[in-house]
């Protein structure tokens, strides 16, 4: 079986501070693990994945994911937060030997000038 | 290049009423094929999900069934509309391959009144 939580179910940050989404996994096989953006009502889109290999993870906009094993995370982060990056944020697991992807609750980022 | 269509964006429909939403999927072939439903506060909850024509994998007993009755084509069915049915449906596929990128239609927003 698989799930994903993620913490904090929305975040603020001011203009060019960090950002931290985060994200623990279970999975009793071998993960893949996903970050996914959605702006206001429109699908999702593919911000990084990670399969196998290095487990720093670089991703569009800026944004990358590292993949811990010993404390089954996969949180996101950005250096510096730009208002367009206000936005949901979703995490997601598959793995090896299924085709099912579970998705977290979201995390909504909003960015304050 | 492939793509995804989702129709329709908005519905709002009384309850007990019929539902079908479909979404077909061009320029691939024998894709995953994948329903899920958002509601605020829950996430991205797995309704279906497809590996092949006529093969349907339901993630959670309810009102609504799904159907694959050509390669590239998927369905969302419902006999009977609850209160409950409301929210944000989105279709999205994958190649024939774990770990692959999900690809998201851009929803649609249903309103049982």
């Known amino acids: 079986a698989q799930s994903v939580t993620q913490l904090g179910s929305h975040v603020s940050v001011s203009e060019g501070a960090l950002v931290l989404l985060r994200c623990n996994y279970s999975?009793?096989?071998?993960?893949?693990l996903f970050w996914y953006v959605q702006y206001p009502n429109q699908g999702l889109q593919l911000l990084l994945k990670y399969t196998t290999g290095a487990t720093l993870v670089k991703g569009i906009n800026g944004f990358e994911a590292e993949f811990k094993k010993s404390e089954t995370s996969f949180h996101l982060t950005k250096p510096s937060a730009h208002m367009s990056d206000a936005a949901e944020y979703f995490c997601?697991?598959?793995?090896?030997?299924?085709?099912?992807?579970?998705f977290g609750t979201g995390t909504r980022l909003k960015v304050l000038a | 290049s492939q793509t995804i269509h989702q129709w329709p964006a908005t519905l709002v429909q009384p309850v007990g009423s019929p539902l079908s939403l479909e979404c077909t999927v061009e320029?691939?072939?024998?894709?995953?094929l994948y329903w899920y439903r958002q509601a605020a506060g829950r996430g991205l909850q797995l309704l279906f999900y497809?590996?092949?024509?006529?093969?349907i994998s339901s993630e959670v007993p309810q009102n609504l069934s799904a159907s694959r009755p050509q390669d590239r084509q998927f369905i969302l069915s419902s006999k009977k509309l609850l209160l409950s049915d409301s929210g944000f449906y989105l279709c999205?596929?994958?190649?024939?391959?774990?770990?692959?990128?999900?690809?998201f239609g851009s929803g649609t927003q249903l309103s049982v009144l």
């Open positions: 997601a697991v598959s793995g090896v030997g299924t085709y099912k992807y579970i």
């Open positions: 999205a596929w994958t190649r024939q391959a774990q770990g692959e990128k999900l690809f």
């Open positions: 320029g691939t072939s024998n894709p995953n």
């Open positions: 999975s009793s096989v071998p993960p893949y």
């Open positions: 497809s590996v092949g024509i006529g093969q």
